[in-house]
């Protein structure tokens, strides 16, 4: 599969078997965060790798809605950047995090990223408070997503080439 059929291919994936991941893939899918460009290269992103059932349960509970995949899945990336440490946090984290479930497709895998910056827990705790105090993550270090990982256990139909929003391309000027 060339990178753009990869692309095309690549849906979220929230259903997963509960077979392991080979560790050599978990490396690999670090392994792309790690090379993921950051601004100044300040690569001040902190992944939290999650493989234990009952803390991944813990962390689904970190908003009410949208997730439940994390309870579901063999593995979780919690990505968190030291927001002192560069300006554009998200947008490192966001890279980083995109690298990540890229390279989980091209081994097969499915993935789904899980919003926690801005969310809030049904008590009404900033996602990331939350998250933060069950992994140990430092106050610094805002937590952008969880990525989920595992092997699909559901079929979804790749991007559809004809529905992609070309309406939204500009031209030379908006
Ligand atoms: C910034 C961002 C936040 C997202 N948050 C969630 C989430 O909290 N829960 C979830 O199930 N999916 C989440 N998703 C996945 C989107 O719902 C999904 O990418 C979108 O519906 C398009 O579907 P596709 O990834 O299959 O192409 C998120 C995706 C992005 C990029």
Redesign the pocket.
């Known amino acids: 599969m060339d990178f753009h059929e990869l692309l095309v291919a690549?849906?979220?994936?929230?259903r997963y078997t509960t077979e392991k991941i080979d560790p050599e893939q978990v490396k690999l899918i670090l392994e792309a965060g790690l090379l993921a460009p950051t601004s100044k290269s300040a690569r001040a992103w902190q992944f939290v790798v999650v493989e234990d059932a009952d803390m991944l349960e813990r962390l689904s509970m970190c908003?009410p809605?949208?997730?439940?995949?994390v309870a579901r899945c063999p593995l979780a990336v919690v990505v968190a950047v030291d927001s002192t440490a560069t300006e554009p946090w998200v947008e490192d984290g966001?890279v980083a995090?995109?690298y990540m479930q890229l390279q989980a497709e091209a081994l097969g895998l499915g993935s789904?990223?899980?919003?926690?910056h801005g969310?809030f827990t049904a008590d009404g705790t900033p996602s990331e408070e939350y998250v933060q105090e069950l992994l140990g993550i430092p106050e610094v270090c805002p937590v952008l997503?969880i990525l989920t990982f595992g092997h699909k256990d559901e079929q979804?139909k790749s991007?559809d080439i004809d529905k992609l929003k070309w309406e939204n391309v500009h031209i030379g000027k908006f």
């Open positions: 690549r849906r979220s994936i929230r908003k809605m949208g997730a439940a995949p966001s995090a995109s789904c990223w899980i919003q926690v969310r997503c979804r991007q």
